[in-house]
């Protein structure tokens, strides 16, 4: 696991309008163009935001990239303090 790829593509899902469509029509084309492992990409895919956090990735990205996800505040917070998941 490489904390780089996966910062990236959720940097990119959060910032650039293009990545954050294609993602959401067929997001397993998209973590493909990144060195994404296993354990990243079934996070990813079930948008398990505490396993994110756990794994490294920063809150200034992940949030952005949960509330893309419609995940409320509340949820989020839960998730990333391992209370429950989003």
């Known amino acids: 696991m ?3 790829p996966l910062q990236k593509l959720i940097r990119d ?3 650039k309008e293009d990545v954050r469509r294609a993602y959401f029509s067929a997001a397993n084309e998209v973590i493909a163009r990144y ?3 296993a354990t990243e990409k ?5 948008q398990d935001f ?3 956090y756990r794994m490294g990735v920063h809150g200034l ?5 949960s509330i ?3 995940v409320s505040e509340k949820d989020y917070l839960e998730a ?3 209370r429950a998941s989003a």
């Open 2 to 4: 490489a904390l780089y």
């Open 13 to 15: 899902v959060d910032t």
């Open 35 to 37: 060195d994404i492992d």
């Open 42 to 46: 079934a996070a990813l895919l079930n």
């Open 50 to 52: 505490g396993a994110l």
């Open 61 to 65: 990205l992940l949030r952005p990239f």
């Open 68 to 70: 893309l996800h419609a």
């Open 80 to 82: 990333i303090r391992g």
